[in-house]
């Protein structure tokens, strides 16, 4: 392979472990390294390997019967794999088109992600309330992620939380802070909480665990 | 080589983004792995990526002149190096031993990691105070350390903060946090907090930006 792949190896683990932040696209040089990663098999198997870790943490808890233990999910490459689109766009080193973007989410057809929907059955079967968080905006895009989300196995959440007209424009760990804290509020206990950005997992009422899934492609402040 | 690569990658990654936790040693099969990373030069060059990262950042803030902007680092595995005392116990397939390790910490020959040296030069040359913390006990282990910290080129940090009596057998997040709020009582800023464990990053104060510095050889809650 002709890139670098020690550095775009050390590159990748900075962005899993969140020491590099606010990059706006993959570096040129490990283009070819994060198709091979996505493609390749990698990813498959740290998707999995961090399902696996979770499951762990499951067997160790039970969902109370006043029904009130939630999980929280993100929905973009967390449920839903944008990875169609982003080979298009040479895995993340072409800057973010919003509305190339706008296009491919109305169009809902973004497959599960695998590992990740045997998880939302498990929580789903040990009786979790899920709540699925995402910073899409709710008034374009409700429509079609609800179906998507349906036509993928997605079924019996207890939410869809989007992002309301008040929240536009504002970062994704001060809204989805706020709809945690409102969920607690209402008297859930967010057991766990699993997004493949950063900004999913910290800030405010972060739960009693959260798990990063893998993604080297964007980076959502 | 003999082992599971794709997982062992996979287990290290989940180690860097806090998926994985209270694990007691590297799996078995991990053992070659890790050893192959921590000498092989994928661990250089994830620290040198992790240090660059640092420095991108440093050169974004300056030291007010009240000499109140304040690093934090730890000690163990960030300033200095056991690579060699887990070098004879399997890179941490071995269980802890809690007496071998003191033996091996109270000789005080622990190497610099020369990333996190140069990182500590750049800092103190801009006019950051530097402290130092760490889990390890204050009576037992100050003079070696404080020894070994001088004899590798750590000099002018602005205090040497170690576990005092009264949190003995506290996790570290506890007493790592409790010492930060400390020094946000006496008025520091914290800019930025360096460690190789999430516990030395996670908890209250936990400052403008932190930095993990990776570690596959062993866990610290």
Redesign the interface.
């Given at each position: 392979m002709a890139f670098d792949m020690?550095?775009c190896?050390?590159?990748?683990?900075?962005v899993?472990?969140?020491?590099?932040r606010a990059w706006r696209t993959v570096p040129a040089q490990c283009v070819p390294y994060v198709e091979d990663y996505m493609l390749g098999?990698?990813y498959c198997?740290?998707l999995?390997?961090?399902v696996d870790?979770i499951g762990v943490y499951i067997n160790g808890i039970t969902a109370a019967s006043d029904g009130m233990d939630a999980w929280i999910l993100d929905v973009d490459d967390t449920c839903l794999s944008n990875t169609l689109y982003y080979k298009d766009r040479h895995f993340g080193g072409d800057p973010f088109d919003p509305m190339a973007f706008k296009s491919w989410a109305l169009r809902g057809i973004s497959p599960a992600i695998l590992a990740v929907l045997r998880l939302y059955g498990r929580l789903i079967e040990k009786g979790f309330k899920v709540f699925l968080i995402t910073g899409r905006d709710e008034e374009v895009f409700y429509l079609s992620t609800e179906h998507n989300l349906h036509a993928q196995g997605f079924i019996g959440y207890e939410r869809l939380i989007m992002r309301s007209a008040e929240y536009r424009g504002v970062a994704a760990t001060v809204f989805k802070s706020a709809m945690r804290k409102q969920l607690v509020a209402e008297g859930f206990r967010i057991r766990g909480n699993v997004g493949d950005q950063w900004s999913d997992l910290l800030g405010d009422c972060t739960g009693d665990r959260f798990?990063?899934i893998?993604n080297p492609m964007y980076f959502v402040p």
């Open positions: 020690s550095y190896l050390s590159w990748r683990v900075a899993e472990a969140n020491n590099a098999g990698q198997r740290d999995d390997t961090v870790q798990f990063k893998p």
